[in-house]
Structures are given as C-alpha cells and as structure tokens.
C-alpha cells in the first residue's frame, strides 16, 4: 500500500504543479472532494499558484504512509503525504491525503503551503 500510494502521490504532484493544472487534480479526485470544493475555487487557486510561484522545476519526494482501519466490520484505507517541490519562484509543501476506491487511489484533500506565498499575501519582501 505504502509503494502504490507514495508513487500515486509522485504522479499528482508533478501532473498538477507542472502547469496548476486544475484537471489533473479533479481527475484524480474523489467523489467526496469533488461535492465539498468547487471547481471554480481550484481554478482560481491555481491561477494565484502559478503566478505567485510559476511551474514545477523539481519534485523532492514525499514522506508519509498509509493507513488501514476497521470500523464495524468496515475497512477503509487512506493515506497521508506530505510532498516537497521546487517550483520556479519558490518552494512549496503539498499535504495529501489520500483515500483507496476499490483498487484507485484518490485525493481526498489537496493543501499547499509556500514561504514564498505567505511573504507575498503579508506583504514582506524575501
């Protein structure tokens, strides 16, 4: 599990940060991400992402696992992952979490976190 969900992490980030491609990330979304966030809201997100800190220059791994539960007689399986990348005007950490449908991972939650980025909203130069 940790294999298939680390390299399903590899695979968004870089299909996602290369150009903040929305579609990349709704495509590998789940079905509950998809009815609590909007897609015009990533769109807009993304647009601010690739301004503030341009396209994907190198993709530095993640570190995380996955998890198996049982809750009356239910299993489910996630995944946490936080991603590191450098992009072209700045760094960036990606938190993932992942759940498994059947035998595809999905993003159940996709949040960024940038220095660069919280300069720039507090209005502090570098």
């Known amino acids: 599990m940790d294999t298939a969900s680390k390299a399903f992490v590899g695979d ?3 299909a ?3 150009d903040w491609d929305t579609d990349e990330l709704w495509k590998r979304a789940s079905p509950h991400f998809k009815a609590t966030v909007k897609r015009q809201d990533i769109r807009t997100l993304f647009v601010a992402m690739r301004g503030a800190l341009g396209g994907l220059v190198e993709y530095r791994g993640s570190e995380g696992q996955a998890l198996m539960s049982v809750v009356n007689a239910q299993t489910s399986i996630s995944a946490q992952y936080v991603a590191r990348a450098r992009l072209e005007r700045g760094e960036v950490d990606l938190r993932l979490r992942l759940v498994k449908q059947g035998d595809a991972w999905m ?13 720039a909203v507090a209005g502090v130069s570098s």
């Open 12 to 14: 968004t980030v870089i």
């Open 16 to 18: 996602v940060t290369s």
């Open 107 to 119: 993003v159940e939650g996709f949040n960024i976190g940038s220095p660069t980025v919280m300069r």
